[in-house]
Nanobody, 126 residues
Framework: QVQLVESGGGLVQAGGSLRLSCAAS????????MGWFRQAPGKDRDFVAS????????NYTDSVKGRFTISRDNAKNTMYLQMNSLRSEDTAVYYC???????????????????WGQGTQVTVSS
């Protein structure tokens, strides 16, 4: 089973940028779609972005479209989330996870992802 480790979180001012990484080990990273989710205090874990096995397809929640970019490097077993123009409402713990379904059958909810990482905190100050 794959193990996922997130990194790259931190404290940034509104309008700034961060790049999150998700490093995979112990599994076949390139065989699965991957996703980023986030969870703010007292709220549910929400979908942020997802990418297909080869990177040919991506999907984003509306609030991050045009600001965030998901990518992956299968040779390095790593997925990324480039976050630009950050807002205070982006503050959350960000998690990466492995998709449990083929891209064509995927619905972008936490129930369709597994092997969750431990999360990395992103705090945006206004």
């Amino acid at each position: 089973q794959v193990q996922l480790v997130e990194s790259g979180g931190g404290l940034v001012q509104a309008g700034g940028s961060l790049r999150l990484s998700c490093a995979a080990s112990g599994g076949t990273f390139r065989s699965y779609a991957m996703g980023w989710f986030r969870q703010a205090p007292g709220k549910d874990r929400d979908f942020v972005a997802s990418i297909s096995r080869t990177g040919a397809y991506t999907n984003y929640t509306d609030s991050v479209k045009g600001r965030f970019t998901i990518s992956r490097d299968n040779a390095k077993n790593t997925m990324y989330l480039q976050m630009n123009s950050l807002r205070s409402e982006d503050t959350a713990v960000y998690y990466c996870a492995q998709g449990l379904k083929l891209w064509a059958a995927m619905t972008f909810t936490p129930a369709n992802f597994g092997s969750w990482g431990q999360g990395t905190q992103v705090t945006v100050s206004s």
